[in-house]
């Protein structure tokens, strides 16, 4: 993703709420009781509901940043993706890709795109993405466990859950994009290979009106989770999101506080006139560095992310039917 000056650098604002809160605090007592109420309530899921396991998760993640360095292109990375389609088949679905040679700063680089279908009644889509390269540092050992292992991790058991279930209202695509990162300095041309050349088949195709929404996810599994909306993602999808976490008592980590502006995979589909939504906490101690290792994620927080994502469906079906 594309950050820097892209920013509004309300992380620092944002926290203060949280740790005034914590300081006037009567008794010790009284902040583990607090701590349990919170703990006992987010991330909680409805009978109803299916369940995301946060370990299994992690267990993910484990596979993946064990294949080492994955940029787009590299052999890693084949293997990464071969890891992605066993784990989609595992789930009962049927792995496609879609391969492309893309012009980068470092030449021409083989990518690959990455997806499974799970038919719902309507044909409308509900896209699920995440990127699956890591970037590219030839001066330290970067396997990027959050960015974006623990939002493919999380994709893969979002797969399996709703594969279980009974057929859903819309029907969903789990999409694994290749070479989100940049090669070189960050711009439009060097970024977003594999989200750019996705919509562009399906404008081919004639299919991007199938698209009614667009929930990418990207990294969303560190230990201080702290999710603020983003400005460039479609507001109705971003509200109906932070209103259900919101519902699951999940503030903490989907925060209504502050916001960010970030350049991502959503912006193809933006481009489109698509509704899109981009779940990331950019504000990450160990982002782009040797340290973002799996030491660093959270199962618990992984699961929140992933129930959330879950309970809005229903409600994001509901609203992308009206344009059918
Ligand atoms: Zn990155």
């Not at 009567?26 to 309530?41: D, E, G, N, R, V």
């Not at 787009?72 to 496609?96: D, W």
Request: charged share 20%.
């Amino acid at each position: 993703m594309g950050v820097g000056k892209f920013s509004t650098g309300f992380e620092n604002f944002a926290k203060l709420p949280l740790s005034g809160t914590l300081s006037t605090m009567k008794s010790p007592l009284f902040s583990l009781a607090a701590l349990f109420i919170l703990l006992s309530t987010c991330g909680g899921t409805s009978a109803d509901q299916p369940q995301i396991d946060g370990e299994n998760v992690l267990r993910h993640v484990e596979r993946i940043v064990a294949y080492g360095p994955h940029p787009a292109g590299s052999e890693n990375q084949k293997k990464v993706g071969e890891y992605i389609k066993e784990q989609l088949t595992l789930s009962g679905l049927l792995p496609m890709t879609q391969s492309f040679e893309a012009v980068t700063p470092e030449g021409k680089v083989q990518m690959v795109n990455i997806w499974a279908e799970l038919r719902g009644k309507s044909n409308r889509v509900i896209v699920m993405g995440s990127h699956y390269d890591s970037k590219l540092f030839r001066d330290f050992r970067f396997v990027g466990a959050n960015d974006s292992g623990s939002s493919s991790a999380l994709l893969l058991e979002i797969a399996k859950v709703l594969s279980r279930q009974k057929t859903p209202d819309s029907t969903f695509w789990f999409v694994f994009f290749d070479g989100e990162e940049s090669f070189g300095e960050w711009s439009s041309a060097d970024s977003l290979y594999g989200s750019r050349h996705f919509v562009h088949e399906l404008k081919k195709r004639g299919e991007i009106g199938t698209i009614g929404a667009v929930i990418l996810l990207d990294m969303v599994g560190e230990k201080d989770l702290v999710i603020r909306q983003d400005t460039f993602s479609t507001p109705w999808l971003s509200q109906l999101i932070w209103m259900t976490a919101a519902e699951k008592g999940c503030v903490d980590v989907f925060s209504p506080a502050g916001a960010v502006s970030v350049q991502d995979d959503h912006l193809p589909f933006l481009e489109e006139g698509i509704a899109a939504v981009d779940i990331i906490d950019i504000d990450y101690a160990y982002w782009h560095t040797a340290e973002d290792t799996i030491d660093k994620l959270s199962a618990g927080n992984l699961q929140i992310v992933g129930s959330v994502v879950l309970e809005s469906l229903s409600e994001i079906s509901r609203r992308i039917k009206g344009d059918d």
